[in-house]
């Protein structure tokens, strides 16, 4: 920052402003900003000058680190206690207790369904699973090899073509029903993805089955009349799902709130969505996980893999998270479904040497006084291996958890008088009025 500033907060005493007096040194001159909900607005920096030509303070935040971009009654996460909630619910409660499908409810209406809105809302969302025979169409159109992201990611976008009424964002029944398209056909344009990478027929949605195990059907029929999933691995995935929801403003959400403050249609948002979690930073480090297990080898090398990493020549994946400072809830509760989905495809070797590395680095002083506790990426991985999944579907199956996450917050962005089309600033660090030499005269 181009000045040097004392900074002090009043607030801390009984009845006292909730402001902060910042003095700007360079002019002596004294600003007082009002502090709300424990922030500041980056806005009122712009009073602080030196001169009365000049821009004022900004803000330095690369990756946001310190910067609220909107307020939110969606989520609600303590990195330092390990608490995530949605809409106020435990995340624990939900996982044990609830379905996807009723999750998604609850993130898009602020509340749990009834039983008779939860039975409506179910039956919208089945009704529309299946998708315009064109959509299958332009699938066929990828190589035989394409990834299943990159196929998701363009089909998402192009149901945009499909719903042009889409484009009217302000027509709230008009808007329903895309939030209704999007839950419904994301299983389907993700199983089309797998069945096209795996040279094997598309599978249509079968009704009759739940959100989760028409998503294993989709996947796993072959030749039989009626596919019928195991409640166990149905139920693994339900909770997988469930908490892949939302979790707060990730750099997937960020890219839906961003592209959608344009007023484009949801699907092109969503698309975005898709877009950010492609990269192997925020969709891919559950396979950077079973990488590295598989790298390990064996029980007996985790001393030295451990070494390895203190001194800085390996990588712990699957630990420590930007937000969480303490255990990763979800960590917790997938760690039971992984026990759940074994029971039925047998235990992965790898499972042995991601419990005994967990119990090793929760007991090592290197690591607990790093906060370093395992996140949700460090078991999932497994889960997804067991069900056949190859590690490029790893952020599909990803995606299809966090659209209901991505269309709240969109939902909730829309609807938000103070959000207007993202614009960040910047600092300028290049050239400036650089005359124009003739290509001939260049050097």
């Known amino acids: 920052m181009a000045t040097e500033s004392a900074v002090t907060e009043n607030g801390t005493g009984a009845g006292a402003a909730e402001t902060l007096t ?28 030196a001169s009365e030509d000049d821009f004022g303070i900004m803000t330095y935040d690369p990756a946001y680190m310190n910067t609220a971009s909107c307020r939110s009654a969606i989520t609600y996460i303590d990195g330092d206690r390990g ?5 106020g619910y435990p995340i624990e409660q939900l996982a044990e207790k609830s379905t996807y499908l009723e999750v998604a409810y609850l993130l898009i209406h602020g509340e749990l369904p009834d039983q008779r809105q939860l039975e409506e809302w179910t039956h919208q969302v089945t009704m529309h699973t299946f998708v315009h025979e064109n ?47 999007l839950i419904a056909k994301m ?5 089309f993805s ?26 796993y029929k072959m030749t039989e009349l009626k596919y019928q999933p195991d409640p ?56 950077a996980v079973l990488r590295m297990l598989r ?83 460090f078991y999932s991985g497994l889960i997804y291996e067991a069900l056949g999944m190859p590690v490029e579907m790893f952020p599909v199956l990803f995606a ?10 969109w939902l909730e962005m829309i609807d938000d008088s103070e959000q207007k089309i993202a614009r960040p600033r910047q600092i300028y660090t290049g050239a400036r009025t650089v005359d124009y030499v003739p290509v001939s005269a260049r050097g």
């Not at 608490?83 to 809409?87: D, T």
């Not at 332009?138 to 998402?156: T, W």
């Not at 299983?187 to 199983?191: D, E, G, I």
Request: with cysteine; charged share 25%.
């Open 194 to 219: 797998y069945r096209h990478n795996q040279g094997k027929p598309y599978v249509y949605p079968d009704n009759d089955l739940s959100y989760a195990g028409n998503f294993l059907s989709m996947i």
């Open 295 to 377: 790298r390990i080898g064996s029980t007996e090398n985790i001393p030295d893999f451990i070494a390895g990493v203190k001194s800085g020549n390996e990588r712990l994946m699957g630990f420590g998270h930007r937000v969480y400072k303490n255990f990763d809830p979800r960590a917790k509760i997938i760690k039971q479904a992984v026990e759940e989905v074994f029971e039925v495809t047998g235990k992965n070797p790898l499972l042995h040497i991601a419990t005994e590395l967990e119990k090793i680095a929760l007991e090592d002083e290197y690591f607990v006084k790093r906060k370093l506790y395992p996140n949700v990426d």
């Open 22 to 49: 910042i003095t700007d040194n360079r002019t002596g001159q004294t600003y007082e900003v009002p502090i709300e909900d424990g922030t500041i607005r980056a806005t009122e920096l712009r009073k602080i000058k």
């Open 400 to 409: 299809i958890g966090r659209t209901a996450g991505w269309i709240a917050q």
């Open 135 to 181: 959509v299958k169409e332009f699938m066929q159109g990828f190589r035989y090899d394409a990834h299943p992201m990159g196929m998701l990611l363009a089909s998402v976008g192009a149901l945009s073509t499909f719903y042009p009424e889409a484009a009217q964002i302000k027509d709230t029944d008009n808007r329903y029903l895309q939030v209704i398209r």
């Open 232 to 287: 166990r691995l149905e139920h693994a995935l339900d909770v997988l799902f469930i908490l892949h929801a939302d979790h707060e403003q990730n750099c997937s959400t960020s890219a839906v709130r961003s592209v959608g403050s344009s007023q484009v249609d949801p699907y092109s948002a969503v698309a975005a969505g898709v877009a950010a979690l492609y990269g192997p930073l925020h969709g891919g480090a559950n396979e």
């Open 83 to 87: 608490i995530l909630e949605y809409r």
């Open 187 to 191: 299983p389907t344009l993700a199983a």
